[in-house]
Each structure stands twice: as C-alpha cells, then as structure tokens.
C-alpha cells in the first residue's frame, strides 16, 4: 500500500513540472498590461516569418515563398445631401493611406478682368467698345450724399460709363441740371421680383412683367427706353452706411455684382472706402485705371522703401482712421496686398443664407435670402418661445429661451456678438448659432459647418407662437407646426477690399468697436524689482 501512495505521488510531481504555465503579467507605470513571453505558437512562426525589407514594408514567407503584405488603398469622397464628389482638398497618400490637406479652405479672393480678342479688338476700333454699367445706390434722405453722387456721375460719363439709378435717387437727379436724364448713358433700374423669393402671390407666381422700362423723348421727339436689369450691372456703388449694403443684398437675391462700399453712414462697418475717394476707386475697379509701383515714384519715393507700397488713393478709412500697413518682414517674403496693385481687386465673398419658412402642412411660404442673421424669437408674447431645432435632421436641441439667432460670418458682428455670440473672420465658412437669454445654464453659442442644413418648428404643445425676422425685415408669425430652414445660400456677397479681408475686418473692430483697447501696462522699472 505503502508503495502504490509513493508511485501515485511520484506521478503528481512529474505532471506538475510538465505542465503549460501562463506568463507571469508585469504591470507598468501607466496601469497597461502586458505579457513578459510572446503569445505566438513557434510553429506558426516557423510556417509564416514576417520580414523587413529596409524602406518599412513588411513582407511574409509562406514555405520558403514570399508575398509582399501590401495594404488596401483608400479614398476620400465630399458628400453632402444631394451627392457625393471626388474633387475635394483632402487626398490620401503614399502606401500607409496618409491623409493631407492640399490647401486651405479659404484664402483671398481677387478679381481681374481677362483680355480676350473681343476685347482687343474693341481696344482697336474694330468693334463697338463696351461700355461697363455701374448701379449707384445712396442712402436716402441724405441731400450731402446726393450732391457727392451727382459729382461722380458727371465725372463717370465722361469716361464713358453707364450709370444705373432707381426710381427715387432719379427723382432726386431732376433737381440737378447738368444731369441730362434723357441721355442713353444714364439707365433706370427698378428691382424686379426674383422668380422663387418672396413671400405670398410674389412666391407663387413672381412677376416678370416690363414694368420697370421707363420711357423717354429725344430731341427728335422720338420715344425710347433705357431699361436696366439686374444683369445689366457691372459693379455697385453703395454710398451709405451697412443698411445699404444689405438693401444691395436683397435685391439680389441670385448672384451679385462685386460692390464697392463707399462710407456714408454712422458706424460703417463693411464700408471701408472714404467718399471723397469714390471717384478713383471706382475707374480702378472697373479696370478703367491701372495702380501700379510707377505710378508712386516721384519725390516722395525717396522718403523710404515701404513708401513703394503707397497707394494712389488716400490710406485714411471712413472715421478718419489710418490704417496701418502690416509689415511681413521677418517671416515672409510676399509683398502686402494694396487696392488695385498688379490689376488684382482683393474682395470679401461674404456668405449668405438660404431661407425658407414652411408652413405645418410642409408648403412653402416665404424664401429670403439673408447676409446678416435669422432671428426666431417669442415676439410679444410673455411666455418663452418654444422650439425643436435640427442639424441635417438630427436633433440639436430644445431651445427655451426669449429666441435664437442664426448668423453669418458677416452678421457675427451684430445682433449675434452683443447676445455674447463669437467674433468672425468674414472669410471663415460657417453658421453661428446663439441663444437669446436662455433658461439654463448650459446653452452656449455654437459654431457649424456651412454644409449643414439647420430646421426649427415650433411645436404643437407651445405655449404661445413664435416671430422670425430676416436681417431685421420680414416679420412673419410662426404658428404651432411651422418651420423655419436654413442653410448656405450659393450666391454670396462679394464686397470690395482696400487692403484684404484681414486688414479691412481687423481694422473695422478696431475703430469701431474699440476692439481689445485698454491702457497699456508700464514696464518694470530696475529700481522695483531691486526693492
């Protein structure tokens, strides 16, 4: 017996020494586990070795044969709703599938007009020469501004441009002799309804009617029209504050002259050009004056090398405010963008909005265009107005609060900033979102791509209706199932810079809004620090 208990026990011994015994687990610093021996059968390591041929791929042998492990390549497509595209800025590259950019998203837009034969050949005399139309739009009720127009008017007609008024600044124009009204440089506009904008029978069925072909006499007594349409206008010359700026916008609700800005309001904003420049700044727009590095040589160009930069039209902006030139040196090489320098026009593509409202039984009934903001509030009712909103149909929130603003880049500087809203570069692609005092803490503005399409309805258990306004006009009452969509309109605003976007916005928040001004703090003094 005694025998049969050593021989089992021998046998107990030797299956515990041969038996598999997991790795023993190290623990690191950072709480990650791993195993001190390799889990890898040395069979399989036998069959299948991985090697490296030097430049990083890695390559397997399979019985003596070997077979490069290439991995599968990859592409990148933009899509949005309606499809997607091939064509974006993001690529893939090299064989690990590495993403770059190959540009930015944005950058400086400029302009130049291309010489073509029909071009030159008018330059000849060997066809009739075009004659570019400007659309000049003054603020009304301001008979200074009036006069300053007329002024450029004569000077502009005897370059041979065209001139394209309204109905009421030609109303105005009747008071001035030197006008001749019935001349056919000088070409009534009046803003016919946009097929598909508006609201009610003019959303329906818009008019596209001959209404605004204004007839005149000769000195033959014969009649004829000198009839403008919205095409018919090369640049636009605002001669007022911002207002006018947005007037130009909802005009225009489809695709938009460049428009030169010219200072004539209270604050200006996005008007960087001072009236007593207007002249000038429109021929170099037109292309009709050239700005070049020669034309600034002279006795002043002895006062010093940053004086080659020097514009022919003044460097004073609209509040008498000089605008400094950014120096570049140090870390770039590029020379600073000047207005009209090397026949570019450097413009601000100012965004907009497509809007439309809808009402619960999903017809339409009102589209505006908008460059400033969309503003949903609880209008004169004492309750908060009540809204579900959505991001391409996913829910972004519930917003109960005295309203919400939608805002363009353009418009982050107004109703959106002083409701605590961000700042905004106008050349940034996005849609701001901010709450108009909202009952709760964590509501905070917010920022979205301009590919988004955002909707807010107001739902059927309000307490009350809801208002929304587009860029301040167009006040509709939104009933309990209506809704409001907004998203990127595809025409937008392209605005004349006098420097570039950067300059022009920085110099704007500065003297406008006093932007980051405070008393700067005094260097401390050796005498300080010793005591």
Known sequence: MKQQILSLAIIICLVDAFQFRPA???RTSRHRLYSAEPQTDINELNSKAIKDDGSGNLFQTNGGHEKAATKRKMELTWCNADACHETIREKVVGDHNHMELTAPATGQVAYSFVEDDTSSSSAN??????SPAVLILVKPDDEDLVTMAV???EQLLEYGVQIMVDSIFRDKLKKFDNIDLDSEMIRHFDPKPVPGFGSGKQLLSPSVDDDNNITTTNSNGEKQQHSADLSDADLIVTLGGDGTIMYASHVFSGPVPPILPVAGGSMGFLTPFAREEMLETILI???LKEVTLDE???EDAKEGPDDKNRLA??????NNMHIEASSFSGYSDREPLAFGNNNKICISMRMRFDCRIFGSDGTLRARYVVLNEVVIDRGSSPYLASLECFCDDVHLTTVQADGIIFATPTGSTAYS??????????????IMVTPICPHVLSFRSMVFPDHVVLRCYVPSDARSTACVHFDGKHRTELSRGDSVQIEMSPHPVPTINRVDHSADWLSSLKSNFNFNTRVRQKNISTTSVSN
């Open 296 to 298: 600034n040589e002279g």
């Open 24 to 26: 023993p687990i190290i």
């Open 417 to 430: 900033m002083a409701a605590g809203g961000s700042v905004v570069h106008p050349a940034v692609p996005a």
């Open 285 to 287: 727009a037109l292309g």
């Open 151 to 153: 002024e450029v008017i």
């Open 313 to 318: 039209i003044s460097q004073r902006a609209n």
């Open 125 to 130: 005399g060997e066809g009739k020469s075009y």
